[in-house]
Nanobody, 114 residues
Framework: QVQFVESGGGLVQPGGSLRLSCAAS????????MGWYRQAPGQQRELVAR???????NYADSVKGRFTISRDNTKNTVYLQMNSLKPEDTAVYYC????????WGQGTVVTVSS
């Protein structure tokens, strides 16, 4: 089992940007697919972006063109660059494998509001 620590969230105005980081307690080299998930108040957790070890990426339609996922296996870290943020992006953001097989971290809170 690998543990994840998410960071980089905060309060940002609509149209702003944030970069989230996910630091793993162990190697992510053998985790074929890593993902960023989010859970908005009163809603189920959803996958918003995934990245394969080879570098291929997929995004949820709601974030396509605005979010970019990346991974650095040498640092055991996954990133999520979020641009053109909207109020509906407000949520707690988590990382995990895809499908999720590890214990969930605490997440990092992103609030988009003017």
């Amino acid at each position: 089992q690998v543990q994840f620590v998410e960071s980089g969230g905060g309060l940002v105005q609509p149209g702003g940007s944030l970069r989230l980081s996910c630091a793993a307690s162990g190697s992510i080299f053998n985790i074929f697919v890593m993902g960023w998930y989010r859970q908005a108040p009163g809603q189920q957790r959803e996958l918003v972006a995934r990245i394969y070890n080879g570098g291929s990426r997929n995004y949820a339609d709601s974030v396509k063109g605005r979010f970019t996922i990346s991974r650095d296996n040498t640092k055991n870290t996954v990133y999520l660059q979020m641009n053109s943020l909207k109020p509906e992006d407000t949520a707690v953001y988590y990382c995990n494998s895809d499908p999720s097989r590890h214990v969930w971290g605490q997440g990092t809170v992103v609030t988009v509001s003017s």
